[in-house]
């Protein structure tokens, strides 16, 4: 019988594509809902000033906390036993430990992950999940079209957090010079 579905969620819309599926499957057969994020490791080989590592990794946390229980909030509004897992490191195993250690006994995820958004078939956070998780793995597919959306989406919110950091340490360095 199934009384633990664990959703992961990064963040995307197309990740929250699951909840639709497993809130549905929570709600007929009485389940609680796990929702896990993954605050991954730094990349190894980049270089960090002293101290913004430590900034990063406190902000996205930070980030990661607050989009979580919006999440649950909303998913609790429709009368949904939810509970919140935030994990730290890499995304598939921390998942696999989450839904081992919480007795989960099937995982809904959606067929894309940040890091594998050229995937037509299944991100790569989900392909490892169906050879490595401990319960039933439900992909919820997501459209071609779906799929471009987010790309150009994150596209354009990675080039506006560069721009904003181009900002900043232009302006630091003009107050620093004055």
Do not use: W
Request: proline share 4%; net charge negative.
């Amino acid at each position: 019988m199934i009384k633990r579905v664990m959703v992961p969620l990064d963040g995307s819309e197309l990740s929250e594509r699951a909840l639709v599926v497993a809130g549905d499957l929570a709600e007929s057969l009485s389940a609680t809902m796990i929702l896990a994020r993954v605050v991954p490791a730094p990349v190894p080989g980049r270089f960090y000033a002293p101290g913004l590592l430590r900034q990063v990794g406190e902000a996205q946390t930070q980030e990661a906390e607050a989009y979580l229980a919006a999440v649950a909030g909303r998913l609790r509004e429709d009368r949904l036993s939810v509970e919140t897992r935030l994990l730290h490191g890499d995304v598939a195993p921390a998942l696999v430990a989450a839904a081992e250690g919480d007795r989960c006994d099937l995982i809904a995820i959606t067929s894309h992950g940040m890091s594998g958004l050229g995937s037509q078939v299944f991100g790569s956070t989900a392909q490892k999940l169906l050879y490595s998780a401990p319960c039933p793995v439900l992909v919820v597919r997501c459209h071609e079209g779906e799929l471009q959306r987010e790309e150009e989406r994150e596209e354009g919110v990675s080039d506006e957090a560069m721009l904003a950091q181009l900002s900043a340490a232009t302006e630091g360095n003009v107050a620093g010079h004055g």
